[in-house]
């Protein structure tokens, strides 16, 4: 039999490889990584294997499912989209706008076909009570540059490889493959920045990244806003603020000056547990590097000041000359914009959450208010659900108080591929068809790319007759809800026209066919200094001191004079290379191999409570309590757990015969709706306080 190779982009992670896809007449039997790729050069992780499994998953589903009584009836998609359209405008009606919620997942954005399309739905359906899961991930790098350079997606990208010195917060790229960093092949190139300079990471537990790091400092967490300030004064201490670059572009840096005078190194230093000697040489070979880059990520973001931490990363870029700046971080001017006239720039607070009164961010509400939401009576209580591609029970804070009011809903749609721990509640699971057979472009990871880079994916194999691409199915979708509420809706033209629009109003010079006819993509060049030229703020400078920012440091402020409670840990979490949060452990490819769900803790935690390695335990936070199985690990700070997110699918009416014979409990049961990212809403998941027991024979299971 004759092998055909045939090439596009993954669409499993932020890293956007190439990978080359070989048939044998008609079927898949194998993918590799497209060497001829100019930025993923022939890399491929395990994730990009695996989509053979998801290709062939068993528990897949693949026509519309209708729930009746317990069971699953599959229905034509006629049927199932005006039952869709048609339940969902009733409840409206008799409810108001409010009474719909929405949930957009993670993998919306991997996605053309949902990307590019759902903006369109959600705005036809006119309710206030939009959540995704940006708001359990990256808001406060959105908020920050929204309020600083005018535009949410305005972020600048860490240089990594042009940087001499690389300072890293709360992120593990080797595990991630890089987020709000688009770097296939990310080791080689940290690889390669520890030959010619320094890559310090910064971070509760010595992890992957770490390991090959130069130098790893450990933190306490949830002070790396602390760190960042003491870094600040400490580098402002060697001399004037470098900012010649900006000249007449900034505004406010003598008040964030000023805002953080009266902080005290030596108590910075005493509550991160980095000695102040530490903090001060940091800052010194931070300052001397001829070009330097500060970068944080997830760990960072998804503490309780996580918006702080990210706007004071970008003060150190900008008074160590480096924002905007070769090898420093500068954002990626991309073949097709995510900025300018016709986007949406980041406002915030045009409107609250009916219950706790959480402003609103980019059209969304914090998703940390959706349970509350559904449970608290009266005007605007939500009544019916559509997720997207999402799993809000495993994915977003208390997932088993949600877990338990999604079966009082009136309705429940999903858009999924899979019977999950939400899904199981939906009325209608419409899924759409493989990735494999629908165009696709990066819209996002190539705008966050480390790299100007560009790359059309064509479809691998023709949708057969049952199967709706996902854009056909979003548009069919808003047209039957547009039918039974009387609203007007235009259907949104093939991706082929929106990319193509999408070029004319970007200035790479490319058009489509140009870009059709690469199909291994193409390189338009490193990063290059843009920022200055783009800010959107209405002083057209770069907003040094927003008031919303100063205010918080009051928080900041209060905060450090909290004393954790005796006994008390704080939990963080951990990702693995094979695992993608809570949707790939079907894919035996992944979840083969040794158990990755253990609770990580230091030795000496583990004696301190009679603990032996290997033993199983309770592990308890305000809101919840989970059975773990211990593993003492050295690369823990003392007095800090690790526990991997996204496991726990062993529940009734989960159909994903694999996961849910993989060990372990969900995170989210243990994380608080209640402890958010002041400034952004961004729920804090990181440095949870959390107590370790021993479980007794006779202990009932959490």
Not at 115 to 135: D, E, F, W
Request: proline fraction near 6%.
């Amino acid at each position: 039999m004759t092998r055909v190779a045939r090439y596009r982009a993954c669409p499993l992670c932020e890293a956007i490889c190439g990978l080359e896809f070989q048939y044998e007449d008609e079927q898949l039997v194998a993918i590799r990584g497209d060497a001829a790729d100019p930025f993923s050069q022939g890399h491929i992780c395990p994730k990009g294997n695996a989509i053979l499994d998801l290709e062939n998953d068993p528990d897949r589903v693949r026509t519309p499912l209708l729930r009746e009584g317990d069971r699953w009836r599959e229905i034509g998609w006629d049927e199932a989209l005006e039952l869709a359209g048609t339940r969902l405008a009733a409840i409206q009606r008799e409810h108001g706008a409010a009474a719909l919620g929405v949930y957009l997942g993670n993998p919306n954005v991997h996605h053309l076909g949902h990307i590019g399309y759902l903006p369109s739905l959600v705005k036809l359906l006119r309710t206030p009570n939009v959540y995704s899961a940006s708001s359990v991930d990256q808001w406060p790098h959105q908020l920050v540059a929204a309020q600083m350079f005018g535009h949410q997606f305005l972020l600048p990208i860490a240089d990594v490889d042009h940087t001499d010195f690389f300072l890293m917060l709360g992120a593990n790229p080797v595990a991630s493959m890089g987020s709000l960093m688009t770097a296939p092949g990310i080791v080689k190139r940290l690889k390669k920045l520890t030959e010619r300079g320094r890559l310090v990471v910064v971070d509760p537990r010595r992890s992957e990244t770490a390991e090959i790091a130069s130098e790893h400092v450990f933190i306490r967490p949830g002070t790396d806003t602390l760190f960042l300030i003491g870094l600040l004064r400490s580098v402002l201490a060697l001399g004037p603020a470098r900012i010649d670059r900006y000249d007449g572009k900034l505004d406010g840096l003598d008040d964030v000056l000023a805002a953080v005078a009266d902080f005290d190194i030596d108590a910075i230093a005493a509550r991160c547990g980095i000695e102040r000697a530490t903090i001060e040489r940091l800052a010194a070979e931070l300052r001397a590097a001829p070009r330097a880059v500060v970068y944080g990520r997830t760990g960072v973001s998804i503490q309780s000041f996580g918006t702080l931490a990210q706007w004071l990363i970008q003060l150190l870029n900008l008074v160590t000359g480096n924002l905007d700046a070769v090898g420093g971080a500068l954002p990626n001017d991309a073949a097709i914009p995510l900025t300018g006239p016709g986007t949406s720039s980041g406002q915030r607070a045009r409107w609250k959450s009916r219950v706790r009164g959480l402003p609103e961010f980019g059209g969304e509400l914090p998703v940390a208010a959706l349970c509350e939401e559904i449970t608290t009576p009266g005007d605007g209580q939500i009544r019916a659900l559509l997720t997207v591609a999402g799993n809000p029970v495993l994915s977003t804070p208390n997932g088993k108080a949600l877990e338990a009011v999604l079966p009082n809903l009136e309705f429940q749609v999903a858009i999924d591929v899979y019977i999950n721990e939400t899904t199981r509640f939906a009325d209608l699971i419409l899924p759409p068809a493989s990735s494999l057979t629908q165009p696709h472009y990066d819209l996002f990871f190539n705008a966050f790319a480390v790299r100007r880079v560009a790359r059309w994916s064509e479809p691998l194999r023709a949708t057969a007759g049952h199967e709706r691409a996902d854009w056909q199915l979003i548009d069919g979708l808003a047209r039957a809800y547009a039918a039974a509420a009387g609203r007007d809706y235009a259907s949104m033209p093939p991706p082929q026209a929106l990319i193509a629009g999408g070029l004319k109003r970007g200035n790479s010079g490319l058009d489509f066919s140009t870009l059709r006819d690469a199909r291994h993509g193409i390189d338009l060049g490193p990063l290059r200094p843009c920022l200055l030229d783009r800010l959107q703020t209405a002083s057209g400078k770069i907003e040094c001191a927003p008031p919303l920012f100063l205010e918080d440091l009051r928080r900041l402020r209060d905060s450090a004079r909290v004393i954790a409670a005796d006994d008390a840990l704080q939990l963080i979490g951990r990702r693995d290379i094979r695992s993608n949060n809570s949707w790939m452990h079907n894919a035996p490819r992944l979840v083969k191999g040794k158990a990755r769900h253990h609770l990580w803790m230091h030795p000496d935690d583990l004696a301190a409570r009679g603990l032996a390695d290997g033993a199983r335990a309770i592990l308890r936070s305000r809101v919840g309590r989970i059975a773990v199985d211990v593993q003492a690990h050295d690369g823990m700070m003392r007095g800090v757990v690790c526990l991997p997110h996204g496991f726990g699918h062993a529940r009734t009416g989960v159909r994903l015969e694999r996961a849910r014979a993989v060990s372990g409990e969900s995170y989210n049961d243990l994380s608080d709706p209640l402890e958010l990212d002041a400034p952004s809403g961004n729920a804090a998941l990181n440095g949870v306080e959390v107590w370790v027991e021993g479980m007794t024979e006779t202990q009932p299971k959490p």
